[in-house]
């Protein structure tokens, strides 16, 4: 399906506005395959980024649990989905947004840095999440300089050092292994007996020698010497025992935080922020289409992420098809089919 909406280039308010029939927002592993598959179905469509294109996976060094891809880096991965979306004509436009807004025709205006403006009828949002602070003393301070969010990034910097891990899901344990490469130690804290990540990762962390895991506990201050971190202030929760840990690296992974701040309109969303869709990736909104880590599920995984993108620009092309034809209203995702998954 090939519209008639090329970037036209307008300029209102002294702002450049360039039409598309379709705005992705995001280039992740849900982005990116929004693109290939909005590319498939000739839409016009425009992804927009603000780094490089691969989302969380260029933070991840090695994926294991991609069907058919035992062993694919992160990065490679990345590539490998932006080269083949640009096989069919989308690639990632650089910009960073700065506000997701609907217009009263129902039309959205994204609008980056720098003035550039885009306008679809459609938008299929991909924004993912940032890393989520532990929001205690010293972490701020010493971030940087110590505390990282991003083992790929800065593993490297604690080679033959004590590295403290936080956080008990898929992230801490699954990067914790990783940092088992660099640190003579990697000590997980957690504030429950029980870990969230999968078995599988579990199992890989909890058999290297190199491992070790607080349970109970939680972190009361991050601790140094005014230049770099030095340790940990803790708490054990059941018996309100109070230690300090000594450690020089200290990587956080206690969630993340749905990256909806710019969406300047109101969505339905999670009590974490999540926006709700129903299964064909509707929001509340006509024509706002959710995917990947931004949404409300279960599980965040580059498999649900491309799974949600491949459903969300089909919805997308339908609501198109059906606004051509006259019947806009449709689209709205009926009450009751929406699946609310509070996470
Ligand atoms: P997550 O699943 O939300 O886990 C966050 C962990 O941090 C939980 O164990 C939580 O403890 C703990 N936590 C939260 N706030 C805390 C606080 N203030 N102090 C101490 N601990 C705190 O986040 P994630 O591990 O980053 O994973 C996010 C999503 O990505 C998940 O859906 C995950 O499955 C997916 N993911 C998948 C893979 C993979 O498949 N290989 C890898 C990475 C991430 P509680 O358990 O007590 O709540």
Known sequence: MKREHEAVGETV???????HELIIVGAGPAGLCAALYAGRSEMDAVMIEAGFPGGQLLLTELVDDY???????GMELAQKMADHAKKFGVEPTRGHVQKVRREEDGHFLVEVEGGTVYRAPAVVYTAGGTPRPLDVPGEKEYMGRGVSYCAICDGAFFKGEDITVIGGGDSAVEEGEFLTRYGSSVTLIHRRDELRA????????????KTEVVWDTVVEEILGDGENVTGLALRNVKTDERSELSTTGVFIFVGFTPNVAVVDFHVEHDSAGYIVTDRD???DVPGFFVAGDVRSQLIRQITTAVGDATTAVFAAEKYLQDLEEGHGAGAEAPAEARETQAV
């Open 67 to 73: 069907p058919g891809l035992e062993n694919v880096g």
């Open 281 to 283: 990736m509707r929001t």
């Open 198 to 209: 999968q078995a599988v990762l579990q199992h890989r962390f909890l058999k290297n020698e």
């Open 13 to 19: 308010e002294e702002k450049t506005i360039h039409d």
